[in-house]
């Protein structure tokens, strides 16, 4: 329901616009002056104020200043008896929606804030489209004829349409955010937003914030009221990617959610409700983090309603060659035929090619395989990917660093080749032990994460 917040110093005017505004079907507050209005506008987040020009100690310009201030999303309409061309200009430089002036038609006013709304919900609704399209990449790489995800897509068609939490468990890269979004648009919130969060990725307080949202002023930085993901899924899917990065405080949060179906804003007083559904994803073991006392017991019963576990690559090998030919397909190049029409270049992948490709373990599971395809589609020459293609692509084709010898032949050896042979086959053994976990694999290696992300790095790019 749009909230709207009437201000003016005016009973008779308050009384009209809030009773017209509520039988329309608005949640409609209402304010005899600019303060009381700005003191609301501190505690709560309005879609629409009205506001009269004319008031005592703090008129509606000072409003309309104060309120893009403290809330720019919000949309402002300015009324007044006592037009002139100046104010309207300057109310309209501020950025006021429109400028009444009374007496006014009721459909007149109601048309105008009918219109403001639905300028204000499409902004809202393109800003949530072009989130979702820029992480919807790769939703149709979803696929597989392995038994093992076979019984996925079953589980998935199950638990589509409940209002189930789900914890999806797997390795780094398996697809959890893609079974996310295949329930999400299963069900019968796929016309709602599906909004997705890597809880990894940002510090305790920004996660908070951009989980539940701020009032200005609650922390440095927060100099506008904003909504957080809870609010912008209502009525959708929130997906949480690393869940078990969060902290025990935040942990607390998320409990109350689940448990209540409401939420404070940060450093807000009013509890929001919500409609969303919570669906989890971890690459650890959150049964072991609760164990050791990283993960909440309560919490993790409450996300782990619905367990899906998604088995690493080297578990479903009968996938990798549908995989590989989608993503070669994906990654066909375009050029210009003899009639002068564009078309995509597909290249073939030869099958002692695919073998070495089905041997390999792919400790980065499914997205290392389509960043592997996209390096050899593009790099590699000629129409076919051949075994020495291969062999510049993965490390497992590297030499063995147990096979080095400490003898020189007699005509020398490449020292620097050498050593970066045995370093980048151990950094990808290691990959493979710690099931795709850098910070396990560094540690494996007694290097830092820095250290091992940065050594990493060197051969990705070189591959």
Not at 29 to 40: D, F, P
Not at 67 to 87: L, N, R, Y
Not at 356 to 374: A, D, F, Q, S
Request: proline letters at 4%; one cysteine or more.
């Amino acid at each position: 329901m749009n909230k709207i917040l009437v201000v003016d110093d005016e009973k008779s005017m308050r009384d009209f616009l809030s009773i017209m505004l509520r039988k329309t079907g608005y949640d409609v507050s209402i304010a005899e002056n600019g303060e009381e209005a700005l003191a609301r506008m501190q505690s709560e987040i309005f879609d629409l104020v009205i506001s009269d020009v004319k008031m005592p100690d703090i008129d509606g310009i000072a409003v309309l200043k104060q309120v893009k201030d403290i809330s720019p999303e919000t949309i402002v309409i300015m009324i007044t008896a006592f037009a002139t061309t100046e104010t309207a200009i300057e109310a309209m430089k501020l950025g006021a929606y429109d400028y009444i002036t009374k007496p006014f038609k009721v459909d007149e006013i109601k048309l105008i804030i009918q219109k403001a709304l639905e300028r204000h919900h499409l902004k809202k609704e393109n800003i949530l489209l072009r989130r979702e399209m820029e992480s919807r990449a790769g939703f149709d790489n979803f696929i597989g004829k392995s038994e093992a995800m076979k019984k996925i897509f079953s589980l998935i068609r199950q638990v589509a349409d409940t209002k189930s939490t789900v914890l999806i468990s797997g390795e780094s890269g398996t697809g959890k955010e893609l079974v996310a979004r295949a329930i999400h648009f299963s069900s019968s919130r796929k016309e709602r937003p599906f909004v997705t969060i890597n809880c990894g990725a940002l510090p305790e307080t920004l996660l908070e914030s951009e989980l539940f949202g701020s009032m200005k002023g609650a922390f440095t930085g927060a100099v506008a009221n904003r909504q957080g993901l809870f609010e912008s899924a209502n009525g959708g899917t929130i997906f949480l990617d690393e869940i078990s990065a969060t902290t025990p405080a935040l942990q607390i949060k998320l409990l109350r959610v689940l448990q209540e179906r409401e939420f404070k804003r940060v450093g807000g007083t009013a509890d929001i409700k919500v409609d969303v559904r919570v669906i989890s994803a971890s690459n650890r073991d959150l049964l072991a983090e609760v164990s050791r006392g990283a993960f909440r017991e309560d919490l993790y019963y409450r996300l782990n309603v619905i367990p899906i576990q998604i088995p690493p690559l080297r578990e479903r090998r009968d996938d990798i060659p549908l995989l590989t030919g989608f993503f070669l397909l994906k990654y066909a190049s375009e050029e210009v035929n003899a009639s002068g029409d564009r078309c995509k270049v597909q290249k073939q992948i030869a099958p002692e090619s695919l073998r070495l490709l089905m041997n390999y373990n792919w400790p980065g599971n499914v997205r290392e395989l389509e960043n592997t395809i996209e390096r050899l589609a593009i790099l590699s020459s000629g129409s076919m990917i051949l075994p020495e293609h291969i062999f510049d692509a993965i490390p497992s084709e590297q030499p063995s660093p147990d096979a080095v010898s400490a003898e020189i032949p007699e005509e020398g050896l490449d020292l620097e080749k050498l050593l970066e042979q045995v370093e980048k086959t151990l950094l990808y053994r290691a990959l493979e032990r710690a099931k795709g976990v850098k910070t396990e694999a560094a540690k494996l290696l007694r290097l830092t994460f820095r250290s091992f992300r940065h050594r990493l790095q060197k051969y990705e790019t070189k591959q």
